[in-house]
């Protein structure tokens, strides 16, 4: 079965710091991964997301950055971080079907970031 | 206007309630559908996954799309407290689109 798995769970960091989240996925090949960042009240929204190694599309412009080394690891990152940038981020899965279109997509555990 | 629209509630029913919860959305295009439950502190979970229009049931959950209405709903039978939790919509074009839109969620209360 597949799992995803995401660290740190929690982190707290002073403004102008550098930030580097990781995700991994086992269990599947070739995913889609995501990127969201969750603010109290305001949904889900999409940083970024990847269709194969090296491939990465930005959704919102912002200090972030997503790298995608290999297959099943995606990394968010930061050079230096805003208050701005406190939120419950999240890394997600989907497969493309190849009849469908599409698939469920599967989130992770999270990370909760705390700018101070 | 938003491509999905979710009522925020709160909203608290008392335990062995059916509970309905529901998402409009704007875009024609929207063929899947996925409702989500989400724990305080806790990355969503995937709870139900529908293609196109019709109803789907497991176990005391149901989802219904209206593709007509443009208005899916969530159908919870004999709720728990354990049920508490806030529920996020989610849709997709499908057909090579990789995005999912979200609803903002819903929180429900489940009293004991």
């Known amino acids: 079965s597949q799992t995803i798995h995401q660290w740190p769970a929690t982190l707290v960091q002073p403004v102008g710091s550098p930030l580097s989240l990781e995700c991994t996925v086992e269990?599947?090949?070739?995913?889609?991964l995501y990127w969201y960042r969750q603010a109290a009240g305001r949904g889900l929204q999409l940083l970024f997301y990847?269709?194969?190694?090296?491939?990465i599309s930005s959704e919102v412009p912002q200090n972030l950055s997503a790298s995608r080394p290999q297959d099943r690891q995606f990394i968010l990152s930061s050079k230096k971080l805003l208050l701005s940038d406190s939120g419950f981020y999240l890394c997600?899965?989907?497969?493309?079907?190849?009849?469908?279109?599409?698939?469920?997509?599967?989130f992770g555990p999270g990370t909760r970031l705390t700018v101070l | 206007q938003k491509e999905v629209e979710q009522d925020p509630g709160p909203l608290s029913v008392p335990e062995g309630a059916i509970v309905s919860l529901n998402c409009t959305y704007s875009?024609?295009?929207?063929?899947?559908f996925m409702w989500y439950r989400q724990y305080s502190r806790k990355g969503p979970e995937l709870l139900m996954y529908?293609?196109?229009?019709g109803n789907k049931e497991d176990g005391r959950f149901t989802a219904q799309v209206d593709k007509s209405s443009k208005y899916i709903s969530l159908f919870i039978r004999d709720s728990q407290p354990s049920d508490s939790a806030t529920y996020l919509c989610?849709?997709?074009?499908?057909?090579?689109?990789?995005?999912?839109?979200f609803g903002t969620g819903t929180r429900l209360k489940v009293l004991a």
């Open positions: 529908t293609y196109s229009s």
């Open positions: 997600a899965w989907s497969v493309l079907s190849g009849t469908s279109g599409a698939s469920e997509q599967f």
């Open positions: 269990g599947t090949s070739n995913p889609n």
């Open positions: 989610a849709m997709s074009e499908g057909s090579g689109t990789y995005k999912y839109i």
């Open positions: 990847s269709v194969g190694i090296g491939q």
């Open positions: 875009n024609s295009a929207f063929q899947y």
